[in-house]
Antibody, heavy 119, light 109 residues
Framework: DVQLLESGGGLVQFGGSLRLSCAAS????????MSWVRQAPGKGLEWVSTITGGGDRTNYADSVKGRFTISRDSSKNTLYLQMNDLRAEDAAVYYC????????????WGQGTLVTVSS | QTVVTQEPSLTVSPGGTVTLTCASSTGAVTSGYYPNWVQQKPGQAPRTLIYSTGNKHSWTPARFSGSLLGGKAALTLSGVQPEDEADYYC?????????FGTGTKVTVL
């Protein structure tokens, strides 16, 4: 079975940094694009970033471009999100998602990790 | 900034039919936007029900169907069950970037 387990969330100060991890299992990790999606408390879903299976291409939402970096380590079957210069609006539950064979088919999701930003 | 708009809320009776729509600020939604539909129940992680307009996953109940309707993506629930009460988000692909819709809260009453 496909499993995605996020970790690394927590309380961070305004302007600080945090690195999220997503441990993947149950599929050939390097064969599939992976994404991060976030959800602020009481709000809707927001796509954050996607990385291709080989890690050679990345895309970011304008709201995080230049501050967040997505990466992956196929030797560890782990996806990462390095978040720098954190702002109040970055506070959210962050989900990692595996992309299926077609664009935007996030066919499996993790349970999420909560990031809180304090001033 | 691209905005993807959905109905904020819809109410449907058990056994009834309801259609949710998904419109793009850039124009008509086509299959090239790979419309996806994601369900989220309170306190749970999201779950994708429909991908690439009308394709279903193994876990997608048969009563859910996706289509294109009048320049929008659409999700139709036929024979609604109480457990279908949830938030539904569409997701569109814009050549490398994705945008989620504003979400529709479906109430089964």
């Amino acid at each position: 079975d496909v499993q995605l387990l996020e970790s690394g969330g927590g309380l961070v100060q305004f302007g600080g940094s945090l690195r999220l991890s997503c441990a993947a299992s149950g599929f050939t990790f390097s064969s599939f694009a992976m994404s991060w999606v976030r959800q602020a408390p009481g709000k809707g879903l927001e796509w954050v970033s996607t990385i291709t299976g080989g890690g050679d291409r990345t895309n970011y939402a304008d709201s995080v471009k230049g501050r967040f970096t997505i990466s992956r380590d196929s030797s560890k079957n782990t996806l990462y999100l390095q978040m720098n210069d954190l702002r109040a609006e970055d506070a959210a539950v962050y989900y990692c998602a595996k992309e299926g064979s077609l664009k935007g088919d996030f066919d499996h999701w993790g349970q999420g990790t909560l990031v809180t930003v304090s001033s | 900034q691209t905005v993807v708009t959905q109905e904020p809320s819809l109410t449907v009776s058990p056994g009834g039919t309801v259609t949710l729509t998904c419109a793009s600020s850039t124009g008509a939604v086509t299959s090239g936007y790979y419309p996806n539909w994601v369900q989220q129940k309170p306190g749970q992680a999201p779950r994708t029900l429909i991908y690439s307009t009308g394709n279903k996953h193994s876990w997608t109940p048969a009563r859910f169907s996706g289509s294109l309707l009048g320049g929008k993506a659409a999700l139709t629930l036929s024979g609604v069950q109480p457990e279908d009460e949830a938030d539904y988000y569409c997701l569109l692909y814009y050549g490398g970037a994705y945008v989620f819709g504003t979400g529709t809260k479906v109430t089964v009453l």
